[in-house]
């Protein structure tokens, strides 16, 4: 079994930075592939960022490509996502997520790729 807990959400202004923090517990964590999604009202979960069970292989869309960062620190158990050069159209509530392998897949950007899912954190951006 897998928990997952996100935190590091808040208002920011556009051009500004938050890195979002993701604790996890469960033995399988140093074996999970992870991402990280947003999601706002009437819209469907978007990928944001996925990273391999060592850290060694990252993906992300075009979207924030160059801004998001996704890092892993399986020795304490955590997983983050460093948001630069914030922009309005990132606000959303802001989901961890962990696979149940070790690789990701070629599906790596779907939310069906992932079981277990924390309770989101709020990232609301302000022009």
């Known amino acids: 079994q897998v928990q997952l807990v996100e935190s590091g959400g808040g208002l920011v202004q556009a051009g500004g930075s938050l890195r979002l923090s993701c604790a996890a517990s469960?033995?399988?964590?140093?074996?999970?592939?992870m991402g990280w999604f947003r999601q706002t009202p009437g819209k469907e979960r978007e990928f944001v960022a996925a990273?391999?069970?060592?850290?060694?292989?990252?993906y992300y869309p075009d979207s924030v490509k160059g801004r998001f960062t996704i890092s892993r620190d399986n020795a304490k158990n955590m997983l983050y996502l460093q948001m630069n050069g914030l922009k309005p159209e990132d606000t959303a509530v802001y989901y961890c997520a962990a696979g149940t392998t070790r690789y990701l897949s070629n599906n790596y950007y779907t939310s069906a790729e992932y079981t277990y899912w924390g309770q989101g954190t709020q990232v609301t951006v302000s022009s």
């Open positions: 469960g033995r399988t964590f140093r074996s999970n592939a």
């Open positions: 990273i391999n069970w060592n850290g060694g292989t990252t």
